[in-house]
């Protein structure tokens, strides 16, 4: 039995440069409490391993900072924002100097590693007339962890280069019509931490980069019935999130209709 406490919290600071600009801060405190893979996995792991289970684990705990700046008028929307993770009491396996009988090397999770992740957020929205709006954000974020066995490496599993660039077109003729045609892009994940170079869910060498082509399409016929259409993938493009055990799905359709009475 395992009653695993934590404290949690945030602290959160904005400031009013001028009309439309907003200076924003962010620091909180988060936890995650081992779960029951962490705690009681026992066997057979990928590298030779054989995991034994260690009740006694403990909360990861990180510290996250952020600052940003925000701005708005008539045709513009604008944010742009840095941050910073620390993370600390890591959950990670770690050789215990002892082998099974047929020689796999026996492996317990412990409370030793720490991780740094930074990066930035941006995104944009133009107004570039009543009827046509254009928008985009990009993300970038680059971590390292301080591995007891191994130095610095790379962090696990983080994501590429990646964003989102669209715009949305409304057809104002009575009933509304909105046309939304946006591209998802991520580059190449080449940058591999120890663990993920032995994931089977990450192809050796990384995970390759991909664009989509998505459109959607909703009609609001009244004001109470909506109706929608949505196409994903359109170019069929073979691919999966970067730490993702499945690949993405390839052309897809979905159709919705909403009615309030």
Do not use: C
Not at 84 to 96: A, E, G, N, P, Q
Not at 97 to 124: D, H, K, W
Not at 134 to 147: C, T
Not at 158 to 185: E, K, S
């Amino acid at each position: 039995r395992i009653e695993p406490t934590d404290l949690t919290g945030d602290f959160h600071a904005s400031w009013e440069l001028q009309t439309g600009l907003r200076l924003m801060a962010n620091a909180g405190r988060g936890f995650r409490p081992p779960n029951i893979f962490d705690l009681g996995a026992l066997g057979s792991r990928p590298g030779n391993r054989f995991n034994v289970p260690n009740p006694d684990l403990q909360p990861e705990s990180v510290y996250s900072y952020d600052l940003g700046i925000k701005s708005a008028s008539s045709e513009w929307e604008t944010e742009l924002f840095v941050f910073y993770s620390d993370y600390r009491d890591k959950i990670t396996s770690v050789f215990t100097g002892e082998t099974t009988p047929e020689g796999r090397l026996i492996v317990r999770s412990e409370n030793l590693n720490q991780a740094e992740l930074y990066g930035v957020e941006s995104g944009f929205k133009w107004h570039a007339h009543e009827t046509l709006e254009l928008y985009g954000v990009l993300n970038y974020i680059h971590g390292e962890e301080q591995d007891v066995s191994l130095g610095t490496v790379p962090a696990d599993r983080v994501p590429p280069l990646n964003g989102r660039l669209g715009l949305v077109y409304t057809i104002a003729n009575g009933a509304r019509l909105h046309l939304q045609p946006w591209i998802d892009f991520a580059s190449q994940q080449d940058r591999l931490s120890p663990r993920d170079q032995e994931d089977p869910r990450i192809k050796p060498g990384g995970t390759p980069g991909y664009t989509t082509f998505n459109l959607l399409v909703s009609w609001q016929a009244s004001r109470r019935v909506e109706l929608g259409l949505r196409l994903e993938n359109l170019s069929d493009e073979n691919y999966r999130e970067h730490g993702s055990g499945v690949d993405a799905a390839g052309r897809n359709i979905g159709i919705w209709f909403n009615a309030l009475y």
